[in-house]
């Protein structure tokens, strides 16, 4: 029988791609699971583990428990279902603050560094990589300084909602020097024709922005979006220390469950409804902007 | 309609002068073609026609009006770029319709505006669809269509022609030639091709570093070149150059053959006090042939190589230091041995002098 004969430089795209998925689903098993459990455990009346499966059942009771604020079964409830909103809502907060304030300002920047002639444009781009690798925790005793004098001229009664602005601004901030940066790559691409051929059809630079220029760069945008959306849903350390006590997002209620002893008090399916919850929006908001990272199309210009 | 007149304009940018004090007045309903190889400021004096770009000196008139400080859009120009730069997230049709809804014409008239210049372009079954879905050439008029809807009054083309391929460059250009005259529209056309300059032009600006080294007619800039560069860059092989001595009985030695020059070229030779001299012949002006022809200029050279083009033959052939190319009849071209002692033979009366210190063309020196 004759050999196969195949062309030199071609790779087997299907085989190529099958073994790249069984390498990709290998990878990620350890992940998958814990999450599977996770989440499983949510609806059944213990943590799943090995040993116990056949003992398994399934339960909304710890979703219910802790929307009442509850820890466990039989205690009494620590937090009002209120509270328990109110973190939500006060995640939301920070998570659509975090976001809008960064992709508003690393887009603005992004087109400023990508378009404009300055002094000091190119000293100020290699910055941005720069200040990207400083962590946040490094800066916190300089941003809480910078908080507590802001923070005295203002009214005692609006400090909390100063607190509130303060950690999105701050955290934000974090975020804004690598969004900067990825905004200008994604302006970059946009040939200056497109922006010169709006002008000339009589578009005022403001108009050409709005309608030729963001509307190229919405890939961009979605990236940046749900980079920063992440970032302040995560936001731990910085709403900690700047957040009352009084005012927690699911992150710092998550992880003061977890702290402090209070992990052999409380029933964990409980905690595992709760870091469901915590993952939800989070997928849900990049299956909706997945779809706008992946289009690109700058066709119609060639170069 | 308009004519445009630029009026000692000069565009640096830093230290790079990229247009360099340049007069020029283009005529009302011409197609004027900007020629150069890459660099040499013709695109950059097309975006200062356009107003993309400021003079760093100068003033620019469409018509007696100054348009120096005139924005692009009041300006009122069409400008087909290089890369079409359509917009991609939107369809065909609000491609074309974007100027005219920028000018907030109501709906039924930007309606009837597009289908009629897209019917005019042949594009009409293509509005629905977005630029991505469309061919080079489709993109091309999509481009074409977007700068005419608003009745521009000059009409700017930026190498329209160069991303598409051999063949329907050949084809589109044609096209483009019709419609411009059609439309009697002032049309400013950048190229670096010289044979896309010579099929279109009404007349031809060849621009290199900033200046422009001649202006005339596609016949006058074939024909009669200003300067060596104008010579070398026309045509397909472009002139032959050839360096020569005068001698003192007024004739012209170049590789052991002598040629006498036409009287009016003896006496410019001799005002000008010339030593040495630069002659060009075009490739189609010359015959190569084993023995010398009778009445023509006849220097002796090797046949280096004939690349067959189908009808006619590229022949190369070395002649001392100058390397000539010729163009001749495929047939009588393969009758002759590579490498063999050949003449060849130009027709004196074709052949341009050139001063070889300011390379211009002795005719257009002042007598």
New interface residues.
């Given amino acids: 029988m004759m050999p196969e004969t195949t062309d030199v430089e071609t790779i087997n795209r299907r085989r190529m791609n099958l073994a790249l998925g069984i390498v990709v689903l290998i990878a990620s098993i350890p992940i998958l699971v814990t999450y599977f459990i996770l989440m499983a455990s949510s609806f059944t009346n213990q943590m799943i583990t090995g040993s116990m499966v056949g003992q398994l059942t399934f339960t909304l009771r710890n979703w219910i428990l802790f929307f009442e604020g509850k820890l466990t079964v039989a205690s009494a409830a620590v937090y009002s279902m209120w509270d328990i909103l109110r973190y939500i809502l006060n995640t939301f907060i920070v998570a659509f603050g975090v976001m809008l304030v960064t992709t508003a300002l690393a887009t603005m920047a992004g087109y400023a560094c990508s378009r404009m002639k300055f002094r000091g444009r190119k000293f100020l781009i290699q910055l941005l990589i720069l200040l990207h690798a400083f962590p946040g925790v490094s800066l916190i005793i300089a941003v809480y300084a910078l908080y507590i004098f802001s923070k005295g001229p203002i009214p005692s009664q609006w400090w909390t909602l100063y607190a509130f602005i303060y950690v999105i601004v701050a955290r934000a901030a974090l975020e804004i020097p690598m969004d900067i940066w990825i905004m200008k790559g994604f302006f970059d691409k946009v040939p200056w024709e497109v922006e010169w051929s709006a002008l000339i059809d009589g578009a005022s630079r403001i108009k050409v922005w709005k309608d030729i220029i963001l509307p190229l760069v919405k890939p961009g945008i979605a990236a940046v979006a749900i980079f920063s959306f992440i970032a302040g849903w995560g936001a731990l350390i910085y709403v900690l220390v700047f957040l009352p006590p009084t005012e927690k997002t699911l992150a710092t209620y998550i992880a003061g469950l977890l702290a402090g002893g209070s992990l052999e008090v409380v029933h964990l399916p409980v905690v595992a409804a709760a870091g469901t919850l915590y993952l939800l929006p989070t997928l849900i908001f990049f299956s909706f902007v997945r779809r706008y990272m992946l289009q690109t199309s700058l066709s119609g210009i060639k170069g | 309609m308009v004519s445009i007149r630029l009026d000692k304009v000069t565009k640096r940018f830093g230290k790079v002068v990229a247009v360099n004090n340049v007069d020029l007045e283009i005529e009302d309903g011409k197609l004027y073609v900007l020629l150069g190889p890459s660099g040499g400021g013709k695109t950059t004096t097309l975006y200062l026609i ?3 770009y400021k003079p760093t000196s100068g003033r620019i008139y469409f018509n007696e009006k100054d348009v120096t400080d005139l ?3 009041e300006r009122n ?3 087909v ?9 939107m369809k065909v049709y609000d491609n074309i319709a ?2 005219l809804r ?2 907030k014409e109501p709906k039924s008239k930007i309606d009837s505006k597009v289908h009629e210049v897209a019917k005019f372009l042949r594009i009409e079954n293509l509005l629905d669809r ?3 879905q ?1 061919s ?1 050439g489709q ?1 091309q008029r ?1 481009a074409l269509a ?1 700068a005419l809807v ?1 009745e521009p009054s000059v009409l700017l083309l930026d190498e329209p022609l160069s ?1 598409l391929d051999a063949l329907l460059r050949v084809y589109i250009r044609a096209e483009l030639k019709r419609m411009q005259q059609d439309l009697g529209i002032t049309s400013v056309y950048v190229t670096h091709d010289q044979s896309e300059a010579l099929a279109i032009a009404d007349k031809i600006v060849v621009i290199n570093k900033g200046v422009i080294q001649q202006e005339g007619t596609p016949e006058q800039i074939y024909e009669n070149p200003r300067n060596v560069f104008v010579a070398t860059f026309i045509g397909n092989p472009p002139m032959n150059i050839v360096k020569g001595t005068v001698l003192e009985d007024g004739t012209i030695e170049t590789t052991g053959s002598r040629l006498t020059p036409p009287p009016a070229v003896l006496e410019k030779i001799k005002r000008l006090k010339l030593k040495n001299i630069l002659m060009a012949f075009r490739p189609e002006n010359a015959v190569v042939s084993e023995h010398p022809i009778e009445g023509r200029f006849s220097p002796m050279g090797d046949l280096f190589e004939v690349e067959p083009l189908g009808r006619d033959a590229v022949v190369t052939v070395t002649v001392g230091e100058f390397v000539i190319k010729v163009v001749m009849p495929t047939r009588e071209a393969m009758q002759l041995r590579i490498g063999s002692k050949v003449y060849v033979n130009i027709d004196p009366s074709t052949i341009k002098y050139f001063d070889p210190n300011t390379e211009l063309n002795l005719e257009y020196i002042e007598a």
């Avoid at chain 2, 770029?81 to 997230?89: I, K, M, S, W």
């Fill in positions: 356009a107003g993309i924005t692009p859009a120009v069409g400008l770029f290089q890369n079409y730069a359509l917009y991609p997230h974007f100027p920028l000018r977005y630029p991505h469309l080079g993109q999509v977007r608003k991303n």
